[in-house]
């Protein structure tokens, strides 16, 4: 039985024990993982069991960035959190999150995870619904799912865009 809530900044979602079974093997089952209930803190920010994690090697949207479709601003951004939503959500059980470590000893400081509903690595579902974009100096793992999503024309990819890691610099 699932429970959520929707508020500005996150959404919480709670599954009883019995969803938690599944196809896919229990996420537990590595000591070092992070598992529990996923409450969403940015498009590319999870916070599971206490531990909060940026999801490693990828850049989603902002969630207040604009993108443009035939040539009028749609928002992105707002709809990249949107879909974290719905991936949590549709998905459904516990996130399991296993600690990662940036190459970049500037990034070191950041919180990084690789994170898993289902079965299914969730900044992968992002990258692929053209949500995010792959962070080629944290990992390639992300590039040919930013491919797919770009040929598709799907999410962002659907007009120009803003890189959001230059959007961010923008705002500076």
Same mark, same amino acid.
């Given at each position: 039985?699932?429970?959520?809530?929707?508020?500005?900044?996150?959404?919480?979602?709670?599954?009883?024990?019995?969803?938690?079974? &599944?196809?896919?093997?229990?996420?537990?089952?590595?000591?070092?993982?992070?598992?529990g209930n996923a409450?969403?803190?940015?498009?590319?920010?999870?916070?599971?069991?206490?531990?909060?994690?940026?999801?490693?090697?990828?850049?989603?949207?902002?969630?207040?960035?604009?993108?443009?479709?035939? &040539?009028?601003?749609?928002?992105?951004?707002?709809?990249?959190?949107?879909?974290?939503?719905?991936?949590l959500f549709e998905? &459904?059980?516990?996130?399991?999150?296993?600690?990662?470590?940036?190459?970049?000893?500037?990034?070191?400081?950041?919180?990084?995870?690789?994170?898993?509903?289902?079965?299914?690595?969730?900044?992968?579902?992002?990258?692929?619904?053209?949500?995010?974009?792959?962070?080629?100096?944290?990992?390639?793992?992300?590039?040919?799912?930013?491919?797919?999503?770009?040929?598709?024309?799907?999410g962002a990819w659907?007009?120009?865009?803003?890189?959001?890691?230059?959007?961010?610099?923008?705002?500076?």
């Open positions: 039985m699932w429970s959520w809530c929707t508020t500005a900044l996150m959404l919480c979602l709670g599954a009883t024990s019995a969803s938690a079974q &599944g196809a896919a093997p229990a996420p537990d089952a590595d000591a070092k993982n992070v598992v409450q969403i803190i940015d498009t590319d920010i999870l916070y599971v069991n206490g531990q909060r994690f940026h999801l490693f090697g990828i850049d989603a949207l902002e969630q207040d960035q604009s993108c443009f479709l035939n &040539g009028r601003p749609w928002s992105c951004g707002a709809v990249a959190y949107r879909e974290m939503e719905k991936i998905e &459904g059980g516990p996130v399991a999150c296993t600690p990662r470590e940036d190459p970049d000893p500037r990034r070191r400081g950041t919180s990084w995870g690789t994170c898993i509903i289902n079965g299914k690595d969730i900044a992968d579902l992002m990258v692929r619904r053209g949500m995010a974009l792959a962070v080629r100096e944290q990992t390639m793992d992300y590039v040919a799912a930013e491919k797919v999503a770009d040929v598709a024309g799907v659907q007009g120009p865009f803003i890189l959001p890691w230059e959007y961010r610099q923008r705002l500076r």
